[in-house]
């Protein structure tokens, strides 16, 4: 009896995971895109990147941050940048939120050379690297 209890969730758990394994496939296969997965081509391509200067930079950190933001809205393929930071007593914790056309666009970007003047006068500044993440939108 007592191993029983136990086999018997260990059964349903195996009939359930074999059940998904074998029709949960054909559910995105009927032309229903996964939502988790990222288009092929990922356009309008949504960047985030979290910059954390220490504090006592914050100053230098927040000009130099956003003389890049001018410089990339001249950009070709930028459709949005902003620049954010943290409340609370952490203005030294930024977020650069960019939306562009496309990934051609973006790497275009990333060696500019106020891009790569700007990564250069970071440098010094941070108490963390740069948390550069890549997003899509996901449609309703």
Not at 72 to 84: A, C, K, L, M, N
Not at 111 to 134: E, I, N, V, W, Y
């Amino acid at each position: 009896m007592h191993r029983m209890r136990f086999t018997l969730p260990a059964l349903a758990f195996a009939a359930l995971a074999l059940t998904l394994g074998t029709f949960g496939g054909r559910i995105f296969a009927q032309g229903q895109p996964d939502p988790l997965q990222a288009p092929k081509v990922v356009a309008p391509l949504y960047v985030v990147t979290f910059a954390d200067v220490f504090p006592q930079n914050t100053v230098a950190g927040t000009t130099t941050i956003k003389q890049y933001a001018a410089d990339t809205r001249r950009d070709p393929g930028i459709q949005r940048v902003e620049v954010i930071a943290q409340v609370g007593g952490h203005a030294n914790h930024m977020v650069i939120i960019e939306v562009w056309k496309d990934e051609a666009s973006f790497n275009k970007h990333e060696s500019a050379p106020h891009t790569l003047d700007f990564r250069a006068k970071m440098q010094p500044l941070l108490g963390a690297p740069f948390d550069q993440r890549f997003h899509f939108l996901v449609q309703q």
